[in-house]
């Protein structure tokens, strides 16, 4: 596998739950979940490095999401708790090779990801 394949998507009601699945590519350094509103740009979600398991997240969903990985399966999630109708967007994951003092300093921005999936949809109704 070159490219990222994820799912998991759907609609919920504001304070709903979603589970979001992304197939990696093999021994990937580091994966993230971005979303992508209409109208909008791609902004970065959360984050993390494989090997040491260390995450990332944007200020607007700490402690409400949570990005994890399954290294025998090469699968990453991200468990979306507390979704608030802001959430709504196409959710994709993307792949970086860029190490992770770049992504400290920087944050998770798209630029720094080269290997995109199609995107889910995930729509938050109130």
């Known amino acids: 596998q070159v490219l990222p394949v994820e799912s998991g998507g759907g609609s919920v009601q504001a304070g709903g739950s979603l589970k979001l699945s992304c197939v990696a590519p093999?021994?990937?350094?580091?994966m993230g979940w971005f979303h992508q509103a209409p109208g909008s740009e791609r902004e970065g979600v959360a984050a993390?490095?494989?090997?040491?398991?260390?995450?990332f997240y944007a200020d607007s969903v700490k402690g409400r999401f949570t990005i994890s990985q399954d290294n025998a399966k090469n699968i990453v999630y991200l468990q979306m708790n507390n979704l608030k109708p802001e959430d709504t967007a196409m959710y994709y994951c993307?792949?970086?090779?860029?190490?992770?003092?770049?992504?400290?300093?920087?944050?998770?921005?798209?630029?720094?990801?080269?290997?995109w999936g199609q995107g889910t949809q995930v729509t938050v109704s109130s």
């Open positions: 993307a792949a970086s090779g860029w190490p992770m003092t770049t992504l400290q300093a920087l944050g998770i921005v798209d630029s720094l990801f080269l290997y």
């Open positions: 093999k021994s990937s350094y580091c």
């Open positions: 993390i490095y494989t090997e040491p398991g260390t995450t």
